[in-house]
């Protein structure tokens, strides 16, 4: 295994979605799988363990679910990315783990190249959306009057008004540059917006 990568745990409490979703990665060269988890409980012990780059994260499980072990995984400040990975495309659902630190949301009706490409652009720093999960969130948005921000939400976007990157926002506020990340993912899904720029210029107007 190369220094270039990108370690991903699957967690999935189906058996056979996990190894095929191992099959599907072993097929390239510049990921790999370093564990597996049945349930959000477990996934937290592997990630504890082997700190991967990337988690692939179902929600519905049992015992604890994918956006409970998203916010766990978080919490503890692992240095690691949650994607996740899974059947609902609903807006709750989808802001509930984004909520929760996730930096991606991809379904399993995707093709398998939007997956391997999914990891790959979130090792990147980037927050991939499936486009149904992202029409979703328009329509969460569209339907609420006003735009619900977290107060930490609401900080981070008034440093990327005063142009500050994203480490020396994580500075500011004395947290990781994967939270301040894992904010602005939620924050762009919140208002409606794709970059920094947009991001801005709605703070600008709104904050």
Do not use: C
Not at 83 to 109: M, N, P, Q, W
Not at 146 to 172: D, F, H, W, Y
Request: aromatic letters at 2%; proline letters at 2%.
């Amino acid at each position: 295994m190369s220094d270039t990568t990108i370690r991903v745990v699957l967690v999935d409490d189906h058996a056979v979605i996990r190894a095929g979703l191992a099959q599907l990665l072993a097929g390239t060269d510049d990921i790999s799988v370093v564990g597996t988890a049945a349930n959000g409980a477990e996934a937290l012990a592997v990630v504890r363990e082997i700190r991967p780059d990337v988690v692939l994260m179902d929600l519905q499980m049992p015992e604890v679910d994918g956006v409970a072990a998203t916010r766990m995984i978080m919490a503890e400040d692992l240095g690691v990315d949650v994607l996740v990975l899974t059947s609902f495309s609903d807006g709750e659902r989808i802001v509930a783990a984004l909520d929760a630190g996730a930096v991606g949301y991809l379904l399993k009706d995707a093709d398998p190249e939007d997956v391997l490409q999914g990891i790959r652009a979130v090792s990147r720093g980037e927050s991939p959306i499936h486009p149904k999960a992202a029409r979703a969130l328009l329509g969460v948005r569209a339907g609420s009057s006003q735009v619900q921000l977290t107060s930490r939400e609401s900080e981070v976007l008034g440093l990327v008004r005063e142009g500050l990157a994203n480490k020396q926002i994580a500075r500011r506020l004395d947290i990781s540059e994967r939270t301040v990340k894992a904010h602005l993912t939620s924050a762009f899904a919140r208002i409606g917006v794709a970059d920094r720029t947009q991001a801005a210029l709605w703070a600008e107007r709104n904050l």
